[in-house]
């Protein structure tokens, strides 16, 4: 894949979607990293019990998928300055996770070559799940 430049880039453009399909193992390996251990994450009768449909994803492996959006589409040659999210639903382990966005400004600002996205997660029935913004800094072709 080539390095990717800011003058590369118009508005409205959309970023090369991703998939995930988010494992209650996976979930588990998580909470062992993050040190995040709510049983709702990995625990079904838990789950189960405080009316939940099962274990659910934890919102900040949804906004790492996210990251993972960003930082895929602008590559070594760029920056990811700021990411941010709502969760606005609950994603489940099995279930089909696209992680989607589209560029919605590009700007100068200070010297810096800046891009800002809106990005966004929905899960397999096209539920919008999970809604976030991301600013970039990406190398000009001048530099």
């Known amino acids: 894949m080539s390095k990717l430049y800011w003058e590369d880039i118009q508005e409205e453009q959309e970023l ?3 998939t995930k399909e988010p494992t209650t193992r996976q979930l588990v390996r998580y909470a ?3 040190g995040d251990f709510y049983e709702i994450h990995y625990d079904k009768d838990y789950a189960v019990g405080n009316g939940l449909p099962g274990p659910i994803l934890h919102g900040a492996l949804k906004s790492a998928f996210l ?3 960003v930082t895929d589409w602008i590559q070594e040659g760029g920056t990811l300055r700021r990411l941010t999210c709502q969760y606005r639903g609950m994603d489940v382990p ?3 996770l696209t992680a989607s966005g589209k560029v919605t400004r590009k700007y100068e600002e200070s010297g810096r070559r800046l891009v800002d996205c ?3 997660l929905d899960n397999g029935q ?3 799940t999970t809604l976030g913004s991301a600013t970039v800094e ?3 072709r001048e530099s």
């Open 94 to 96: 099995g279930d089909k």
């Open 32 to 34: 062992g990293a993050s």
């Open 118 to 120: 809106e990005i966004w």
């Open 67 to 69: 990251g993972q959006l």
């Open 138 to 140: 990406l190398a000009s």
């Open 16 to 18: 090369p979607a991703i």
């Open 126 to 128: 096209g539920e919008r």
